[in-house]
């Protein structure tokens, strides 16, 4: 089974940027459309960016414009450069394939946590 390890996250302050790493413990078949979630606090974990293998890429309006996925199917690693980042990015971060209704299929990481405040 894959294991997932998100990194990158931090406190920062609104307008700022951060990028965050999610790396497989085995390679990503280039085959797995793959996606970032994130849950705020007291809110249900959300997906908002996926990318296919051939690199197409979809967001939600909610940070579309603001934030870019991408991949490295070389370094089994996937990206998210979160641009003009707001208070309600809060939130703990995770990377995960789509399963069925956009769930994730592989086992969860820790994920890594966002902060913006000022």
């Known amino acids: 089974q894959v294991q997932l390890v998100e990194s990158g996250g931090g406190l920062v302050q609104p307008g700022e940027s951060l990028r965050l790493s999610c790396a497989a413990s085995?390679?990503?078949?280039?085959?797995?459309?793959m996606a970032w979630y994130r849950q705020a606090p007291g809110k249900q974990r959300e997906l908002f960016a996926r990318i296919s293998n051939a690199g197409t890429t979809i967001y939600a309006d909610s940070v579309k414009g603001r934030f870019t996925i991408s991949r490295d199917n070389a370094k089994s690693t996937v990206y998210l450069q979160m641009n003009s980042l707001k208070p309600e990015d809060t939130a703990i971060y995770y990377c995960?394939?789509?399963?069925?209704?956009?769930?994730?299929?592989?086992?969860w990481g820790r994920g890594t946590q966002v902060t913006v405040s000022s």
């Open positions: 995960n394939r789509p399963g069925p209704a956009g769930v994730g299929s592989l086992n």
């Open positions: 085995i390679g990503i078949r280039s085959a797995y459309m």
